[in-house]
C-alpha cells in the first residue's frame, strides 16, 4: 500500500536523482486507485508540468504500464493509438510514469516531469526503486 510515509521515501530518491542532473522537477505519487497521495514542485520547476506528473502517475497505474512503454505503443497504426484521449484526456503518453510494486503487485505509480523524456524516466525510476 502506497501511503504518505511511502510516497514521501520515494520523492526523496527521486529528488536526489533530479538533483544529481541538475533538472528541477515536479513529481507526483498515486495510489492502487490512482488517487493523489502527494506531489513535490522542486525549486525552479516548470508549473506547467504539475498536471502532467499528475496525469502520468495517473496514467502508469491506470493502465500498470510505463508511460514510456505506452508511448511506444500508442502511435499511428498501433495497437492504443488514440488512447491520450480516454479517460477525460488525461492519459500521457510522455516518458515518466512508472508503476510501483510491492511484491510483484502495483500498488501505486510515481509521474515525473519538467526534463527530457529521458530525465524524467530516469528520476522516476529512481523513485521506483524505493518501492521494488
Keep these: 500500500m502506497i501511503n504518505l510515509e511511502t510516497a514521501r521515501k520515494v520523492i526523496a530518491a527521486a529528488e536526489q ?4 542532473i541538475g533538472q528541477p522537477m515536479n513529481i507526483a505519487i498515486v ?9 513535490v514542485r522542486m525549486d525552479g520547476a516548470w508549473i506547467g ?4 506528473s499528475i496525469n502520468k502517475a495517473f496514467t502508469s497505474r491506470a493502465f500498470d504500464i510505463t508511460t514510456k512503454d505506452l508511448a511506444q505503443h500508442s502511435q ?4 492504443f493509438f488514440g488512447i491520450h484521449a480516454s479517460n477525460h484526456g488525461r492519459i500521457m503518453i510522455f516518458a515518466g510514469g512508472i508503476p510501483l510494486k510491492e ?6 505509480a510515481i509521474g515525473v516531469s519538467g ?15 524505493i518501492v521494488r
Design 17 to 20: 536523482k533530479a538533483a544529481e
Design 31 to 39: 495510489d492502487a486507485g490512482g488517487n493523489l497521495v502527494a506531489h
Design 49 to 52: 508540468s504539475i498536471d502532467i
Design 76 to 79: 499511428s497504426g498501433d495497437q
Design 103 to 108: 511484491d510483484g503487485k502495483v500498488v501505486g
Design 115 to 129: 526534463g527530457s523524456g529521458e530525465q524524467d524516466h530516469a528520476v522516476a525510476e529512481a523513485g521506483a526503486a
